[in-house]
Nanobody, 122 residues
Framework: QVQLVESGGGLVQPGGSLRLSCAASGSISSINAMRWYRQAPGKQRELVAA???????NYADAVTGRFTISRDNAKNTVYLQMNSLKPEDTAVYSC????????????????WGQGTQVTVSS
């Protein structure tokens, strides 16, 4: 059984910063890509950032230059450092990861966290 739990969301002022964390736990053999998504009310869910196991990164155009995704493989954790936040960044942020568990069935699957609310407002 694998679980992903996000933390670090909250209320910040425009121009502020926030760091999100997502920790995977359970019977984990390996984790490949890890990602951050967000979904604002009335909007489709969008991919914000992704990172491979060896550290290559991709960002959505809306956040490039402001957000940084990173990971700690020893902790099975992915982070999203968000700087220069804008009101349009307000959304529920969710992480996912491609995980191979140690228990049967021993195949890769994509797991999702439940999300953490980020609100950017003055």
């Amino acid at each position: 059984q694998v679980q992903l739990v996000e933390s670090g969301g909250g209320l910040v002022q425009p121009g502020g910063s926030l760091r999100l964390s997502c920790a995977a736990s359970g019977s984990i053999s390996s984790i490949n890509a890890m990602r951050w998504y967000r979904q604002a009310p009335g909007k489709q869910r969008e991919l914000v950032a992704a990172i491979t196991r060896d550290g290559s990164r991709n960002y959505a155009d809306a956040v490039t230059g402001r957000f940084t995704i990173s990971r700690d493989n020893a902790k099975n954790t992915v982070y999203l450092q968000m700087n220069s936040l804008k009101p349009e960044d307000t959304a529920v942020y969710s992480c996912n990861a491609d995980v191979r568990p140690t228990v049967w069935p021993n195949r890769y699957n994509t797991y999702w966290g439940q999300g953490t609310q980020v609100t950017v407002s003055s």
